[in-house]
């Protein structure tokens, strides 16, 4: 596909609205070629489905992220921030808008008393995260070894398994919000629920979501072998009760939100 037509949109009061070759100009002298139109989406999602994003990004960095949201949102550009894709189903009608594909990464750890908190970019991969904290000696993470996805769709999601979830190791997130910038939310005003946070309950709006940058999670000093020992005995039970491969995994909830991407929420 090349840029030299108008991609139409639909812009948040439902009035169609033109993103003009000005506007992918734009994105493409900041992002160069990590910013492209007409990408496929299938392959990056679970279900291995769906059709093309109108507009898509790839962003290494958190601040990146933010730069690519925020002027989505100044061009009133729709935008949807694509994690792992492994709670989402995309219609074979694509994705309008801005799709920013979320690679940020960094990780770091600070002591904190009796803890240690660990500090993640919202793209970085929960499981492979829970793997690096065992590795140092860090417990608390270890139910979301073999949970797919990001920090930041977990964050959303309220992810867990094996009696553990995000609530539980959340202390904080800096999150963008439209219009506002961004700003460090404490976990209660995350107001989680079983799979669920004040996030989530958000994303059947088309636009103007809020978006998570960093989180702040807490991990406490443990042996190396008890934590392996742990994951170890969580990744057997989920052997057992999951199959190998491409998967949507087991859903028992669907969300349908007004953009042609379904979230999915399952059990553990
Ligand atoms: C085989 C399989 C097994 C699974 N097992 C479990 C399990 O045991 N426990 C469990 O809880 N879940 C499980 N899931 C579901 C999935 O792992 C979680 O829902 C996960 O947290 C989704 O993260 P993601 O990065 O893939 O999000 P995506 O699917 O990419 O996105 C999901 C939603 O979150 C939004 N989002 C993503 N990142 C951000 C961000 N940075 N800021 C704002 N919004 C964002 C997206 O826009 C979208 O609306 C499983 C899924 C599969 C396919």
Same mark, same amino acid.
């Given at each position: 596909m090349n840029d030299e037509f108008h991609i139409h949109h639909f812009v948040e009061d439902g009035m169609n609205s033109d993103t003009t070759v000005q506007q992918v100009t734009q994105f493409r002298e900041i992002f160069g070629d990590k910013f492209q139109v007409g990408v496929s989406l299938a392959r990056y999602t679970s279900a291995r489905v769906g059709g093309p994003a109108e507009m898509f990004v790839v962003v290494k960095r958190a601040k990146g992220l933010q730069t690519a949201v925020s002027l989505a949102y100044n061009c009133n550009i729709p935008y949807f921030i694509l994690g792992g894709g492994s709670n989402i189903l995309v219609s074979d009608a694509g994705i309008s808008g801005l799709v920013i594909m979320n690679k940020a990464k960094a990780v770091s750890f600070r002591h904190s008393g009796a803890h240690m908190v660990c500090t993640a970019e919202s793209g970085m991969n929960l499981s492979s995260l829970a793997r690096q904290c065992i590795a140092k000696g860090l417990?608390?993470?270890?139910?979301?070894?073999? %949970?797919?996805?990001?920090v930041g769709g977990a964050v959303v999601g309220n992810s867990g398994a094996h009696g553990g979830d995000m609530n539980g190791n959340l202390l904080a997130a800096t999150i963008w919000e439209p219009g506002k910038g961004a700003r460090v939310y404490s976990n209660e005003e995350m107001q989680y629920a079983y799979r669920d946070s004040a996030l989530k309950r958000e994303?059947?709006?088309? %636009?103007s979501r809020r978006v998570v940058l960093t989180a702040e999670l807490k991990l406490t000093p443990e042996p190396v072998e008890v934590l392996m020992a742990r994951a170890e005995g969580f990744t057997a039970r989920r052997k057992q009760t999951q199959p190998a491969g491409a998967s949507v995994g087991s859903m028992f909830k669907t969300r349908l939100i007004i953009t042609p991407v379904i979230s999915l929420n399952r059990p553990d």
């Open positions: 417990g608390g993470l270890e139910w979301a070894i073999g %949970v797919p996805g990001t994303q059947s709006r088309p %636009v």
